[in-house]
């Protein structure tokens, strides 16, 4: 158990619709990071969230945003939903968001957009 | 731009048998470097991770990875596998895109099929 919590595990939706998935980071971890896994694009950086605040972005879409609360937990809101948005998507965190620091993965959710 | 290149997508062996992942990276710094399992349905574990100093590292489950740079490599190997190490294996490098930022790119994956 990484101590990644991510919630739902499973999600089914529809096209054009918007989804909220959430992520809890390890005790401690203040750094929470996401990531994207395909078949096609195996698996793509999202975003990197430090104590609340953004630090990093990588390939994600103008229709997906992400935040992290004071808690420390973290929300992936991805909104006018294609098919090709179908993937797993996961959260990690780390203690810090500097180099050397290991990610600690949750167990993702899977979303499926018909 | 870091990438990480990992040249074989499927590979089989018998149990009991050695294993090598091979993994190269390209970044212009010093990396820091790691691998990763992931069994069916669930997330990324981490095996082992080299930031610097010995080149030979070990980790979990009896893995351990050599450290390269002549050639960028960062290869995985186990001397011994066992059937439950049958799993899809990832290879990252970490870079530092900003001050506070931080992220993993990940190679394609190794899926490794474990014949008893």
């Known amino acids: 158990d990484s101590g990644v919590t991510q919630t739902p595990k499973h999600l089914i939706t529809a096209t054009g619709q918007r989804v909220t998935l959430r992520c809890s980071p390890r005790?401690?971890?203040?750094?929470v990071y996401w990531y994207q896994q395909s078949l096609d694009q195996g698996l793509q950086f999202l975003i990197q969230y430090y104590n609340g605040e953004e630090r990093a972005k990588g390939n994600i879409l103008e229709r997906f945003s992400a935040q992290q609360f004071p808690d420390l937990h973290s929300e992936l809101n991805l909104s006018s939903l294609e098919l090709g948005d179908s993937a797993l998507y996961f959260c990690?965190?780390?203690?810090?968001?500097?180099?050397?620091?290991?990610?600690?993965f949750g167990n993702g959710t899977r979303l499926t957009v018909t | 731009a870091q990438s990480v290149t990992q040249p074989d997508i499927h590979i089989t062996v018998s149990e009991g048998a050695s294993l090598e992942l091979r993994c190269n990276y390209s970044y212009g710094a010093t990396p820091y470097l790691f691998w990763y399992v992931q069994s069916p349905g669930q997330g990324l574990q981490l095996l082992l991770k080299y930031f610097s100093g010995d080149t030979l590292v070990q980790g979990i489950k009896g893995f351990e990875a050599e450290f390269k740079r002549s050639q960028s490599s960062f290869n995985l190997r186990k001397p011994s596998v066992h059937w439950s190490d049958a799993a899809e294996y990832f290879c990252a490098v970490a870079s530092l895109p900003g001050a506070g930022s931080y992220q993993l790119t990940f190679g394609k994956g190794t899926k490794l099929s474990v014949i008893p």
């Open positions: 005790s401690g971890d203040l750094s």
């Open positions: 990690a965190s780390s203690v810090a968001g500097v180099g050397g620091s290991p990610l600690h």
